[in-house]
């Protein structure tokens, strides 16, 4: 199979001041045509380039007719100082499955066109964390993620039996596509995987026969989630349906009890059940240390006490998570793979007004008992329902700005609200509002324990516009 083809060079969004791109002449706007000769077909390929030292920049520019070229003089390894605008610059490649819980399949109609990209690439699953099904990967490809070490990688496995995972992405190439799983896992790459369980599809007696399917054919895998699907109101797959708190139940002691034969196969737990599922169950969230250092913190896996310990004042489980669940395709990757999520809005607020928190259904769950433990009564919680997507959504990184709006409307003026920088995407929340939007400013606060701790002890000054939120991870969803 041909190498994909070359359709956007890579274009420059900012030049570091007085960095080798930019003591060479490199300014925002231009496109690198090549690279000492090569055209880098994604962004791993240009950041290995960019690391070459003295770099032929073939360049266009507009207002010039044509392509020039500028000498770069640089050390090897020295970073070149030019952000660039995606992660791919050759085509994403897209899903060719149908999966009944797909979340895109069940987006309303009107949102951005960039929302309803359905990627299966393995490139993005190294630089973002989205889990691929492999259906799509092929040998060339194989060849590229162990000669240049893309690892972690992040698989969807559903379930080991061949003709139900088949049937779950509605794709024959799933009875075949785990053939890849067992090569990366032979060739030392990393794989986390994943599998998101359907009452009546997978769960049961097939969630238990996926997991002996792990422990006898790649127990090589780093870790396994067992997450929920997600049942949007748009969703027109009938035999698609939220967990009842039994089935929610049952998932966690499967998980549970197949925890304690991956330890003594392998001494490590290896399967864990998204936090989901403690929700759902109303059951207490297992202890910290079961998550064997949160692998998988950023699918929701052990948020709920990371974030716990991080808000007692542990800097060390003030883990972040990949942000947000449409990123790849929203988010440019140009510092470290990571789009930065937004600007706070405006303050307005006066010392000591009273704070209240903007989160999501589950994530009041999770908040509650810490902010009941500070004992002030100038801290309340303001849960906002899901009613954009509806159905079991209640995870705070899928909260629209028009349910912000109807949530901030009748709240009193001059208290600060702090809003989880999960729910955003530079800038725009998932239905392309922005905090202008909101009827009341709000504080854009890193979705981790220690950012919210932080924010809730910290009087800010009224009328001071915060600076840009780091890059943020993390929060209970
Ligand atoms: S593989 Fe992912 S993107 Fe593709 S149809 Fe299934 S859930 Fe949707």
Redesign the pocket.
């Known amino acids: 199979m041909s190498a994909p083809r070359v359709t956007t060079a890579p274009k420059v969004v900012a030049v570091t001041e007085a960095s080798p791109a930019d003591l060479a002449g490199v300014r925002p706007g231009d496109e690198l045509l090549s690279l000492n000769g090569r055209s880098p077909r994604d962004v791993i390929e240009y950041s290995l380039l960019v690391d070459e030292p003295d770099l032929d920049l073939v360049v266009r520019r507009r207002g010039r007719t044509d392509p020039f070229t500028l000498r770069v003089a640089k050390e090897p390894g020295e970073p070149l100082g030019a952000e660039v605008s995606s992660a791919v610059f050759d085509r994403v490649r897209t899903?060719?499955?149908?999966?009944e819980?797909?979340?895109?399949?069940q987006l309303p109609k009107g949102m951005r066109r960039s929302l309803s990209l359905?990627?299966?690439d393995y490139r993005l699953s190294f630089l973002y964390g989205n889990?691929t099904?492999l259906?799509r990967f092929t040998e060339m490809d194989l060849e590229r993620v162990l000669t240049e070490r893309l690892s972690p990688l992040f698989v969807?496995i559903h379930a080991t039996d061949p003709d139900l995972r088949a049937a779950m992405?509605?794709n024959r190439r799933g009875a075949v596509s785990l053939r890849w799983l067992g090569a990366l896992l032979d060739g030392g790459i990393e794989v986390h995987g994943q599998v998101?369980v359907c009452p009546g599809k997978n769960d049961g007696a097939i969630l238990e026969d996926t997991l002996a399917g792990v422990l006898d054919r790649y127990p090589q895998l780093a870790t396994v989630a067992c997450v929920p699907l997600g049942v949007s109101r748009f969703s027109h797959e009938s035999a698609m349906r939220p967990h009842s708190r039994a089935e929610a139940a049952a998932v966690c002691d499967t998980v549970e009890r197949w925890q304690e034969t991956f330890l003594s196969a392998l001494g490590r737990r290896t399967v864990f059940a998204a936090d989901e599922y403690y929700l759902m169950a109303e059951r207490p969230f297992p202890a910290a240390a079961t998550y064997e250092g949160f692998p998988q913190h950023e699918n929701g896996l052990g948020m709920a006490r990371a974030f716990e310990a991080a808000f007692g004042g542990d800097e060390r489980a003030a883990l972040g998570v990949r942000p947000g669940f449409f990123a790849a395709v929203d988010g440019a990757p140009a510092a470290g793979y990571r789009a930065r999520r937004g600007l706070s809005a405006d303050g307005g607020t006066e010392r000591g007004a009273p704070i209240a928190i903007l989160t999501g259904e589950y994530g009041a769950r999770v908040l509650a008992p810490l902010v009941d433990g500070l004992g002030r009564d100038d801290i309340r919680l303001l849960p906002v329902a899901n009613t954009f997507f509806g159905g079991n959504i209640g995870v705070s990184g899928l909260l629209t700005g028009s349910d912000l709006i109807e949530a901030l409307r009748d709240q009193p003026e001059g208290h600060r609200y702090l809003l989880p920088d999960a729910c955003l995407s530079e800038g725009r929340f998932l239905d392309d509002l922005t905090l202008g939007d909101l009827p009341r400013p709000v504080e854009v606060v890193a979705t981790d324990g220690l950012s919210l701790r932080r924010a809730l002890e910290s009087e800010r000054p009224a009328g001071v516009r915060p600076e840009r939120v780091p890059v943020s991870l993390g929060a209970p969803r």
Do not use: A, E
Request: charged residues 25%; proline residues 0%; aromatic residues 16%.
């Open positions: 899903c060719d499955n149908h999966c819980f797909c979340f895109i399949h359905k990627d299966d889990f099904t259906t969807s992405l509605r998101v």
